[in-house]
């Protein structure tokens, strides 16, 4: 559970997927006596980059203007409504949070939003996910409003599709980099029909070192994925699933691609000195 502090709060709306409740716990050091943003941080369409955005009441009130704006809405049970203005071009942004106050915690949880929050598609993935754009583009969709059961299942059925090309990429950085005729073989028994946890256990040595930041190894990850079932988790555990799948995915595609065209770039100029 997540301590409220200024910086949660802020973090929650500006990042927070819609339909998406997170619970808070009130902290030692700060109680919060209001639900309130002066400004917040979002992409904005017309400046086509991330802007600041201004609360339009405390834009108001910095302009010398009304002096009686609305009063900042206390945190209680009920919806919450926010309106946001760029500072370059004014384009506004209107989020509306629905808060359910208990003793010491609050559950929110944002109910809308626009405009809506652009999908931020990865060019890595999108190239990968070629022949499977139609799951992708759902699984993003999904992601974006915290469906997290349907965004898991799609990030399931993508893998599930492109676990041997995966493979076949990391089968290319081990004999370009480093060729361990035992770790390729480790690597190729993956592609049989051995049981998944047999494909854990190998997904979790078969993989360079150098592929595995701070020893947390992505392909490991991924059959882990795989093997999990869907039916008895929450929409919550299954949208944190569809997250790590997705960026361990991600990592492991802009890692090999990267590798492979610094490779490749690096012998057509030495081949000519």
Same mark, same amino acid.
């Given at each position: ?18 339909? !998406? ?22 992409? !904005? ?40 203005? !760029? ?6 942004? !209107? ?179």
């Amino acid at each position: 559970m997540t301590e409220i502090t200024p910086k949660s709060l802020r973090e929650f709306i500006e990042t927070k997927q819609l339909y !998406c409740a997170e619970e808070f716990t009130e902290g030692l050091l700060w109680k919060p006596s209001n639900l309130w943003f002066s400004e917040i941080d979002a992409f !904005c369409p017309r400046c086509k980059k991330e802007k600041t955005y201004l609360n339009t009441e405390e834009v108001i009130r910095s302009r010398g203007g009304m002096t009686s704006s609305t009063p900042k809405p206390r945190i209680k049970s009920g919806i919450h409504h926010f309106d946001f203005k !760029c500072v370059s071009c004014f384009q506004k942004v !209107c989020i509306w949070v629905d808060a359910k106050v208990k003793e010491s915690t609050y559950v929110l949880e944002k109910i809308g939003e626009i405009p809506r929050k652009r999908l931020d598609r990865d060019t890595a993935l999108q190239k990968f996910f070629s022949d499977d754009q139609e799951c992708y583009e759902r699984a993003l969709v999904c992601l974006s409003h915290g469906y997290g059961i349907a965004a898991y299942a799609y990030m399931r059925r993508i893998a599930e599709n492109h676990i041997d090309s995966l493979l076949s990429l990391v089968t290319k950085e081990v004999e370009a980099s480093n060729p361990d005729p035992e770790l390729i073989e480790k690597i190729e028994t993956l592609h049989g029909n051995s049981p998944m946890s047999e494909k854990i256990r190998i997904a979790n040595i078969a993989i360079p070192s150098s592929l595995n930041p701070d020893g947390l190894n992505p392909l490991g990850k991924i059959y882990k994925a795989l093997s999990e079932g869907i039916h008895s988790r929450s929409e919550s555990e299954c949208l944190e699933s569809a997250t790590n799948l997705m960026e361990s995915i991600r990592y492991l595609i802009s890692e090999l691609t990267e590798r492979s065209k610094n490779r490749n770039q690096y012998l057509k100029i030495t081949q000519k000195i």
